[in-house]
């Protein structure tokens, strides 16, 4: 069962645009929400990441909006670059201190010039 | 930085293989993971393991298993290789300690013919 669910699968925007990637989840015992970000031919590396007790966390043009009630989050990206087309995985993590993520489904976005 | 090396980028097997996927990070990282990378379907965990010697199963399993030996080492097997696992493979390490941040290799590209 996919216990983190993301949209849009793909998404285009002009340079300068704010994409919007959602991601909903199941799991109210999920305790730390990041976001990562991948390049082609490389892994996915860590681009922010947000607590269930904060509504909001910007860093950079990266900013998250946490739902709790709702169980959703989204990233927004501001003024998007051409060098912001990657990947995108939301992520949820359990109780505890495993470690373990899901992910969700990922996000390609493409900005153009 | 941290670093996580997978041994190989790109692999091609046959049907019936036994498949070796070497990990190796140099952090000290308590926790180490194996995910799949499919188009639409996001990362999927395949196994974790939390400390030397000890190993969870993740979401799909079915057709791999893992060693880990050492702290630093982290290898997934696939005990008969099958063309439906031809796939994007990525290991991760984490800390066992709040914060959470994984680091990923660069991926392994696996196509079984």
Redesign the interface.
């Given at each position: 069962q996919q216990q983190v669910k993301q949209s849009p699968q793909s998404l285009i925007v002009q340079k300068g645009g704010i994409p919007i990637i959602n991601c909903a989840y199941e799991n109210t015992a999920f305790d730390y929400f990041p976001w990562y970000q991948q390049f082609p031919g490389k892994g996915p590396a860590l681009l922010i990441a947000i607590r269930p007790d904060v509504s909001e966390k910007k860093e950079g043009r990266f900013t998250i909006s946490f739902n709790k009630s709702a169980k959703q989050f989204s990233l927004h990206i501001m003024d998007s670059q051409p060098g912001d087309s990657a990947t995108y995985f939301c992520a949820a993590h359990g109780s505890g201190n495993t470690g373990k993520l899901i992910f969700g489904q990922g996000t390609t976005l493409q900005v153009k010039p | 930085d941290v670093k996580?090396t997978q041994s190989s980028r790109y692999l091609v097997k046959r049907t019936g293989e036994k498949v070796f996927l070497e990990c190796v990070q140099d952090m000290d990282h308590?926790?180490m993971?194996w995910?799949r990378q499919d188009p639409?379907?996001?990362?999927?965990?395949i196994y974790?393991s939390?400390d030397v010697k000890m190993k969870?199963k993740?979401?799909i399993p079915e057709g791999y298993s893992v060693s880990r030996e050492k702290k630093e080492r982290f290898s997934l097997i696939l005990e008969s290789a099958s063309t439906n696992q031809t796939s994007m493979y990525?290991c991760?390490s984490?800390?066992?300690?709040?914060g959470?941040?994984?680091?990923?290799?660069?991926?392994t590209r696996l196509t079984v013919v």
């Open positions: - | 996580v308590e926790n993971f995910y639409g379907l996001g990362l999927r965990l974790f939390y969870e993740g979401d990525l991760a984490s800390p066992g300690t709040v959470l941040k994984a680091f990923f290799g660069q991926g």
